[in-house]
């Protein structure tokens, strides 16, 4: 059906084979309403945008050396923004503070601004510890590349990475609605900037550590190949 060549056209590399699966079990279906219903239902195929896993050894250092270049031009540009972001927060609420009626007004806006600072130092030192720790390799060793990009996934996907941003966010997130309940006068853009930020970094934490750790189960088991 139509519908079935549209998901699989349009799904995610990572989801090819589901969908081309579910487009083949629909030429099955005798009923006509049945089959529309099972195309629509494939549908479902296309919210999930999963990246393929690495099959060999040279793809997966040349989707390390991606990985890698990725980094440099996008991943720590958007730490920047993050931070510009964040000092923003604090400099908004630290005029709030100095302008608060009462005690409780003072209590949010001084949380707001001590969980943006600690935010922004979180994330200051991952960057470095991440730019000492985690180095690129310097030539076209295959298996050095794949260990590099197992090592980069791995720390996206640690616990303390996910902890130490995730409580903190809720946190903050918590602390600029509940400000609002005691009075205290929000930029209609401040708010929404806050509750975009808080969304967005936590569709990102969940939904790419998941891709993350189909990744490093299909690195462990090319390296183990080799062993």
Request: charged letters at 20%.
């Amino acid at each position: 059906m139509r519908i079935s060549g549209v998901v699989v056209h349009y799904a995610s590399a990572g989801c090819k084979e589901w969908a081309e699966g579910l487009a083949r079990e629909v030429e099955f279906i005798e009923s006509d309403w049945s089959a529309l219903w099972w195309a629509v239902g494939s549908m479902r195929v296309l919210l999930d945008r999963r990246e393929a896993t690495v099959g060999s050894l040279r793809e997966a250092a040349a989707k390390a050396r991606q990985f890698s270049e990725s980094l440099r031009n996008g991943g720590f540009a958007s730490g920047r923004i993050l931070a510009t972001a964040f000092i923003s927060l604090e400099i908004y609420y630290t005029l709030s503070f100095l302008d608060a009626r009462n005690v409780q007004q003072r209590i949010w806006c001084g949380v707001v601004v001590l969980t943006a600072i600690y935010l922004e130092i979180f994330m200051a030192r991952n960057v470095r510890r991440r730019l000492l720790a985690l180095v690129p390799p310097s030539d076209d060793d295959a298996v050095a590349w794949a260990l590099y990009y197992k090592a980069e996934l791995e720390y996206l996907c640690s616990r303390d990475l996910l902890m130490g941003s995730f409580i903190p966010l809720i946190l903050l997130n918590t602390s600029v609605l509940l400000g609002e309940r005691v009075g205290i006068r929000v930029n209609p853009i401040v708010g929404i900037s806050v509750q975009l930020i808080f969304v967005c970094l936590t569709l990102v934490l969940f939904w790419k550590r998941r891709q993350y750790q189909g990744q490093i189960a299909a690195l462990d088991a090319i390296l183990q190949e080799l062993s």
